[in-house]
């Protein structure tokens, strides 16, 4: 960890006094103050009295670059102090799958507890244009990008236009220009787009492989070396499974693992149950497998049984339904709440508004063997919580930008955009207790940060309560932190989160948003 100095005169910008402090990379477990100035927690000590059965050493438990301030003799200072008794105070969720790009969507995650959110499945290219849209209009959570393979091969093999965002992103995912066969020459203008947004500071490369499902194996292996040189991670929507199309040029789940075994790529599984389904099981233990051979792999998942995407996606074609495991009628419109009736009107919808977004439900949540791949993924020790947080779609014209709170019915997304750190927790550890608090805490936080790390220094200061790192940090009330937004309700906050600091600045105070903060940063490789 970057080293740091504590005030001159032991007096901290800000002291949270009294919470239960959770570290998952120390084990951290106890009654502790935590202070911060100027953006960095600049100690953390434990409160009089605390057993040390709660409460493992950071000291003895931390990794060899990091460094701790753990003192239960040394009371802290602060110029201002909040009293957190009876609140946890962890760190900031870091959402690794985040599509929610806007100031609005930022909110909507800061009130589920997320300070980081990453855009890196379908990425974005030209990277730096990303970045600098990001930076001139602010953002309440700290932001990143992927290098988009899908974006740069739209320019390179289909002749699109370079750029323009997610919006022209989901606009195009149905264009069959960019998923055909490249040539050697387009391949290689292809990986040279990739290259150039990895130099301006891409976090990895995001591969929707499964959105042009017929590319040869070869492109994908080619970019995952060049992600491996950089050391830098894949994000990929795998392509089919062989039990979903007996054809597909490989198993959407055996690319992944191969890629990681010969290339040395971290390959990171987007959403693992959004794209296996009833077959997660089966793509779990080859995952496993994987990394019982050495390859670095991991994978995320969120709780819920129905995902969304853009109508003119290539699985969503009525001819490739049964092979997704779907039914027309598992379709439904966000904007308009329309359930899809029939193939005529989704051909209708594809060839008129191919970007519009819809629900997919894929697995029935109130059905306990459904529910129970979704436990399953989720529970895996190597995987993480992410969102997949979409866009949010507008019902009539969109308001100004910072307008807060949303009006009523104005705008639609996928529950999970607000919802699904917040229903992690009440799920897994509040309902079933399937998972500690100070776990479920770990797949939000530290293990997301461990996927990033290596090759970007900046996640080493993320994820942990520790002296040195960034003062991203989450206050809640684990008795009733929970989600409120429902596929008929999408933009419900979540509740139970008291204070969201972002870079030591509260984005959430005393459970309400802060309308006018917009303290996140930049992260780049």
Known sequence: MTSYAA?????????????????????????????????????????????????RSPAATASPTSETCTDSSRPLTGHRTLDVTGLVVAPGFIDLHSHSHTVAGHRLQALDGVTTALELELGLSPVGEAYRQAAAEGRPLNYGFSASWAQARMAAVGALPHGGGASAALAHLGDTAWQREAG????????????????????????????????????????????????????????????????IPVDGAEEIARAAGETGVHAHYCHVTSTSRRHTDRVLAVLDRAR????????????????MTAVGATFLAPEYLPA????????????????????????????TDPGALAVLHFLDETDAADQAFIDRALLHPATVVGSDAMPLTWTGPAPDPLTWPLP?????????????????????VRELGALSLLEAVGRATHLPARVLESGVPALRRKGRVQAGCDADLVVFDP?????????????RPSVGYAHVFVGGTPVVAHGELVPDALPGRAVRR
Do not use: C, K
């Not at 120390?26 to 709660?54: E, Q, R, W, Y």
């Not at 042009?212 to 992600?227: D, F, N, Q, S, T």
């Open 7 to 55: 005030p001159p005169d032991d007096m901290h910008d800000l002291v949270l006094r009294g919470g239960r402090v959770l570290d998952p990379e120390t084990g951290l477990d106890a009654l502790a103050d935590v202070a911060v100035t100027s953006g960095t927690i600049t100690a953390v000590s434990l409160a009089p009295g605390a057993s040390p059965a709660t409460a």
């Open 292 to 307: 019982a051979e050495g390859g670095r792999v991991s994978t995320e998942a969120y709780p819920y049984g129905a995902g």
């Open 184 to 247: 050697r020459p387009q391949e290689q203008a292809l990986l040279e787009l990739l290259r150039r947004d990895l130099a301006d500071g891409a976090l990895g490369v995001g591969l929707i492989v499964g959105y042009a499902p017929r590319i040869r194996p070869e492109e994908y292996l080619a970019v995952a070396r060049l992600a491996a040189l950089a050391r830098l991670p894949t994000f990929t929507h795998a392509r089919s499974l062989v039990e979903q199309v007996p054809d």
């Open 324 to 351: 997704s495991g779907l039914d027309v009628g598992d379709i439904v419109l966000a904007a308009t709440g329309e359930r899809v009736r029939d193939h005529a009107r989704l051909r209708e919808l594809r060839a």
């Open 479 to 491: 008795a009733v932190v929970g989600d409120r937004a429902t596929y008929a309700d999408s933009t």
């Open 408 to 428: 009523p019915g104005a705008a639609v997304t996928h529950p999970r955009t607000a919802g699904t750190f917040s229903r992690m927790l009440r799920r897994y």
